[in-house]
């Protein structure tokens, strides 16, 4: 399994304007992180362009450069920071071995991009409100790649044949509520401790032998 990747969504769409330009994408970038800021501490209907512009450091006018509205920098802030999720997980699982050990590292990797980025807790949540659509595929897109991996992994012989979407589902919750507990709510324990005793309880349950 060495030197797998793993699938994201982070291509543009929706109609926020890719930049054409090295200096656009900068300047798009930076907007996207403020957009982070601004919405992690005041949250999505209380946050504002200016807010974000400010943050940035962008005149007002150039943010309708690359996104017509507050929503749609919302949209696509959703989706980013989705993505990067996804990809900081790929590239950890890249350098594993087997579909278990692939799972830690995709574990530990998520702790530790959440320890960085407390906000995309609140973001996320808010987007079942401020946008349903980018809750459901941010979800959704999350546990089919999880389900890409264990099927390939049961192909491979490394875990059970039935493995199915509510398998998927179930590493997804392990994986957000722990990043709620030791990441947002309290960051003092060791991602790679916590990462590990979730694989455990994964690879062999909690039923007594």
């Known amino acids: ?9 982070a291509n543009p769409q929706q109609g926020e304007r890719e930049p054409r ?4 994408r900068r300047t798009q970038r930076a907007l996207l992180d403020a957009a982070a800021v601004e919405f992690g501490e005041k949250g999505f209907h209380e946050g504002s362009i200016s807010g974000i ?3 940035a450091g962008v005149a007002l006018g150039s943010f309708y450069t690359y996104f017509e509205s507050k929503d749609e920098i919302f949209r696509a802030l959703v989706r980013d920071m989705s993505a990067r999720v996804g990809q900081r997980a790929g590239e950890a699982i890249a350098r594993t071995t087997d579909t278990l050990s692939g799972e830690r590292a995709a574990l530990k990797a998520f702790l530790e991009f ?6 995309v ?50 590493i997804m919750g392990i994986n957000v509520f722990l990043g709620l507990r030791y990441c947002v709510l309290d960051d003092s324990a060791d991602p790679e401790t916590v990462a590990a005793l979730a694989n455990a309880m994964i690879a062999e349950g909690i039923r007594r032998r």
Not at 1 to 9: I, L, P
Not at 21 to 24: D, L, V
Not at 152 to 157: I, M, N, S
């Open 1 to 9: 399994m060495k030197g797998r990747t793993m699938a994201t969504d």
């Open 21 to 24: 330009t090295a200096r656009g």
């Open 121 to 170: 807790y609140r973001i996320i949540d808010e987007a079942v409100f401020a946008d349903p659509e980018s809750y459901r595929q941010h979800y959704e897109g999350t546990a089919r790649r999880i389900l890409d991996r264990l099927k390939a992994g049961a192909t491979r012989g490394e875990i059970r044949e039935d493995v199915d979407e509510a398998h998927a589902w179930a």
């Open 53 to 55: 512009t400010r943050r």
């Open 114 to 119: 959440a320890r960085e980025h407390k906000e």
